[in-house]
């Protein structure tokens, strides 16, 4: 009878479980959302100019998996599917490693949707993979350690979804941390029947956490596995220890797990061995204030982002650590409650010791953190992260002590002696007196922030959980609660996670996924093989990828050279980030820059309400004022000439509540083609000078051109400076000789840059310039795009009275690019990509050598006469990582077969010890 009721409480369990999963994930498993908070471009340009100001996003606005994971994750499966395996994506930054490298966990087993299902789809079943991994995980650890089904799987469900693994959704670090626990439950495997098999276990773990792409975190979940052999091994029986044996065997395990990896490791490792990583050094003052342990009973206990404010340290998902206040009442019972007989009584004890180690190196830092900061990843990655490993540890803490409960009912009470009773009696005054202290410097800071009233209900929430998991406890000696207290316990938890992820988790549109605008639709049909150079975050640089447009920017690690331009550029290009780069052109001139025509930029993209260069002309005059409602048009007739933008003087405020409302100039020439041009308004536009940029460099010199302007919206008027007559008065700006083109004027401003150079051009004459400041400063002075900047000195001749050639076809794939070529004598073949590592080249079959050129840039010798040019990426490490992850698999193989062997010898001999090694 018992067994059939706690198979029940398990039961409603697993229902809570599946319920909390579909209520906060359910459609966008079906495809009527999207687990994705792509919507984030809305913010910027071009999609903002069709959007309203305070437009409201389903989902907070989070740039890495928007503008670098999906796009990258997408791109690879596409081609994937065409049979492609791309190893570089040549969008963003002038080209970034693509499969090659772990980055994106694009050979993590929980991205396999991406592989069969459509890509708005997909998100939401790589999370349901995940949060089902991370329950699986910690259930079969707690199974292991001895806890009964129910109490176990309430630890799973509320750690897979704890803050750590909820704020990160859609990175690879919540997959690294839903790999976690399983690296514990093989670990305690191997403690228990210390088999081969187990080892393997070890190993695959080990490879998947590698292969999901956040090496720092997978580094110190080895560490913590490593400990934990250890500790529990010493408090095993002194004639069962064999501790070295059981630290090598596992040591070993995540060794041949890492050699597994290798051919995702060792281009990764030459990689970052080339990075410049000064920027991550970390110091004993780089962690969380003590002050967030809050957040793991009350989430929004310093704001977050859905709420719209946040004054806790860094940023809401660098800190939030939330596990709920009912689960954190299990915790404490277990640390204080006798173990269940069923779980080995060093368990919680050692549970504890790391938790508060943990607790030391995220919220306190001090010596200890110092120290740890002198060993690898810690030195150079922010302990904050290890988030997920405290949580854990917590979770774990959770199961223990709800066990600890039940079995203490079953078994008619805890009996422990006075002097323990006392102990457990301090021990939980100090827990609510921190408790209390905690609520109280919530509220107080609340208070002083002036968000009291949005945090007070939090803080009630969380008191709730805890008044009743605490009610619930204390009733199982006395009633048939103790069955179904996991029950209650995981219906407490459903509410706490549901209130938590619901604001956080995106739930957008399909309409909202990566919208095509016109200004995309112009790119992909102008831009092809060109490269985009955007002012500040209009085309979201990163998302580009997803377009298949190529940008001087992105968010990706840069070839360090490409970061020098950029920054000769702009020199805050990468201010925000080391790994995010933008440039400013509120500067007009930087539209000029001769490094963006070495870069092959040749198209350049501005907000519409940004300063437009060129030379101002007036077209009419005034002094009266007009008012005009919307759809209502005030027309001049002025002379026809070249116009980049036109001026109008508003003379009243402009208000509206339609926030998509837009100014519109028609320009209709003497050739009656009408040039429009647009500008938001946005709810609110200053009396004064505004300039509406329109693309109308074509319109004939000489005649009449007619110059409509009116309000596009639902409401409000616009007073414009007019004459008598209500025509309007206008200035416009006339092109410059400054090589730039206004061919696009909509929901941006696009130019076209006149003196770029083609992205694959022919040099004849290549000049030698080593020092890297004097090189820069060259590139910075306008050249002849027949000259090309060498960086070391080479033996190629070339003709000294200058070659031509035709290039007359570029066959431009992810990881290689073909060209071919005839040329009246030798030169240069000039490729403005970031290429110069790990590519190689071909000139007619015969193996050579890729030049720097413009610092940056590649140059290849081509003789005279016809030439095929072969350029191929070939990431440094790859074939020694696919040798040693071949190796590696045999063994594993090997290590599988002597197991399955063992395993049935050992059912046909009598007697026969566990196989094994210990």
């Keep these: 009878m018992k067994e059939r009721r706690v198979g029940r409480a398990t039961r409603w369990t697993l229902g809570i479980v599946a319920l909390t999963v579909i209520m906060s994930l359910g459609l966008p498993l079906t495809g009527a959302r999207t687990f994705l908070r792509s919507d984030t471009v809305l913010r910027w340009a071009p999609w903002n100019e069709s959007q309203p100001i305070d437009l409201e996003l389903t989902s907070i606005p989070v740039a890495d998996p928007v503008d670098s994971g999906f796009p990258a994750q997408e791109l690879f499966h596409r081609r994937l599917q065409d049979g492609d395996f791309a190893m570089w994506n040549p969008f963003p930054a002038g080209g970034t490693p693509l499969g090659a490298v772990p980055h994106q966990g694009l050979f993590d087993p929980l991205n396999l949707p991406f592989l069969v299902l459509p890509d708005r789809m997909a998100p939401a079943w790589v999370k349901l993979a995940e949060l089902s991994v991370a329950i699986a995980g910690v259930f079969l650890l707690l199974r292991r350690l001895g806890v009964s089904q129910a109490a176990a799987l309430v630890s799973g469900f509320v750690y897979s979804f704890s803050g750590f693994q909820t704020v990160w959704s859609n990175w690879p670090q919540s997959h690294v941390g839903a ?64 501790t070295m044996r059981l630290i090598g065997a596992a040591g070993g395990s995540v060794a041949l797990g890492a050699g597994l990896a290798a051919w995702q490791l060792f281009p990764f490792i030459n990689q970052i061995g080339a990075t410049d990583l000064s920027h991550r050094a970390q110091t004993s003052a780089d962690h969380l204030s003590p002050s967030l342990m809050a957040t793991a009973a009350i989430p929004t206990a310093f704001g977050s982002h859905a709420q719209g404010f946040f004054y806790g340290d860094r940023n809401y998902i660098e800190t939030c650590a939330f596990l709920g206040a009912g689960a954190l009442v299990l915790a404490v019972v277990a640390i204080f409650w006798r173990p269940s007989p069923s779980v080995p009584r060093s368990t919680t004890a050692i549970t504890s010791s790391l938790l508060a180690a943990t607790t030391v190196l995220i919220f306190a830092g001090g010596p200890l953190l110092g120290f ?26 959770v199961g223990l002590g709800l066990e600890a409960v039940t079995s203490a009912a079953r078994g008619g009470g805890d009996r422990k002696p006075s002097q323990v009773s006392r102990f457990r009696f301090l021990g939980l005054c100090v827990v609510f007196a921190i408790a209390v202290f905690g609520i109280w410097h919530v509220l107080r800071r609340a208070s002083q922030e002036g968000h009291l009233s949005d945090v007070i209900s939090a803080v009630v929430i969380a008191i709730a959980a805890a008044v009743v998991v605490i009610g619930c406890v204390t009733a199982t000696r006395r009633t048939r609660l103790k069955d179904f207290l996991p029950v209650v316990v995981a219906g407490v938890a459903a509410i706490e996670i549901l209130l938590f992820v619901s604001p956080f988790w995106p739930n957008e549109v399909p309409e909202r996924h990566y919208p095509e605008t016109p200004a995309h639709d112009f790119l992909a049909a102008e831009a092809t093989g060109d490269r985009v150079a955007t002012h500040d975050l209009a085309l979201y640089a990163g998302t580009t ?80 004022t007009t008012r005009s409602h919307p759809g209502d048009p005030l027309v001049v007739t002025v002379e026809s000439q070249p116009i980049r933008g036109i001026e109008i003087e508003i003379a009243e405020d402009v208000t509206t509540t339609d926030l998509t409302a837009r100014l519109r100039v028609e320009i209709v020439g003497p050739d009656e083609l009408v040039r429009v041009g647009r500008r938001h308004v946005r709810g609110f536009l200053p009396a004064g000078r505004h300039w509406i940029p329109v693309a109308a460099e074509d319109l004939p010199v000489g005649g009449e051109a007619l110059v409509r302007i009116r309000l596009d919206g639902d409401d409000g008027v616009m007073a414009l400076r007019t004459d008598d007559s209500g025509a309007p008065v206008l200035h416009g700006m006339a092109p410059s000789d400054d090589g730039l083109r206004l061919a696009y004027a909509d929901d941006v401003a696009i130019w076209e840059n006149l003196d770029a150079v083609q992205r694959i051009r022919f040099a004849s004459y290549g000049m030698v310039v080593r020092d890297q400041v004097e090189r820069i400063a060259t590139l ?5 795009s027949e000259v090309v900047v060498l960086s070391d000195q080479s033996n190629h001749l070339t003709d000294p009275e200058g070659a031509t050639a035709v290039i007359h076809n570029v066959d431009d794939r992810l990881d290689s690019v073909s060209i071919s070529l005839t040329s009246t004598g030798p030169g240069w073949l000039v490729v403005a990509d970031a290429i110069q590592s790990d590519w190689t080249v071909k000139v007619n079959d015969v193996a050579g050598m890729l030049v720097h050129a413009d610092h940056a840039l590649v140059a290849v010798a081509v003789p005279e006469g016809s030439s095929v040019v072969e350029l191929v ?24 077969w002597g197991a399955s062997r063992s395993r049935v010898e050992d059912q046909f001999s009598s007697g026969g010890s566990t196989p094994g090694f210990g």
């Design 545 to 624: 990828t997803h377009y298949k447009i190529r940008t001087v920017t992105g968010h990706v690690f840069h070839q360090p050279t490409w970061r020098d331009l950029l920054i000769a550029v702009d020199p805050e290009a990468l201010s925000r980030s080391y790994t995010f780069s933008f440039l400013e052109f509120l500067d007009v001139s930087r539209l000029r820059s001769t490094i963006l025509d070495r870069m092959a930029v040749r198209w350049l993209v501005t907000q519409v309400d940004f300063p437009l260069p060129g030379t101002p002309v007036e077209l009419s005059q005034g002094n009266a």
């Design 780 to 784: 910075q002075a306008p050249l002849p």
């Design 179 to 242: 790999y976690l626990p399983w690296l514990l439950w093989a670990a305690e495997r191997l403690l228990r029947r210390r088999d081969f098999s187990s080892c393997v276990a070890i190993s695959l773990v080990t490879a998947s956490m590698l292969l999901a792409g956040f090496p720092a975190l997978t580094a110190w979940a080895v560490g913590l596995m490593l400990t934990w052999v250890l500790l529990r091994s010493l408090n095993q029986p002194q004639t069962d220890r064999r």
């Design 873 to 896: 990426y070939e990431p440094s490490g790859l074939r020694a990582g696919v040798s040693v992850s071949a190796v590696s698999l045999l063994i594993l193989l090997s290590l599988v």
């Design 372 to 397: 740890a900061q002198t060993l690898p990843v810690f030195d150079s990655n922010f302990v904050g992260r290890m988030r997920s490993i405290w949580l854990l540890l917590l979770a774990i803490l």
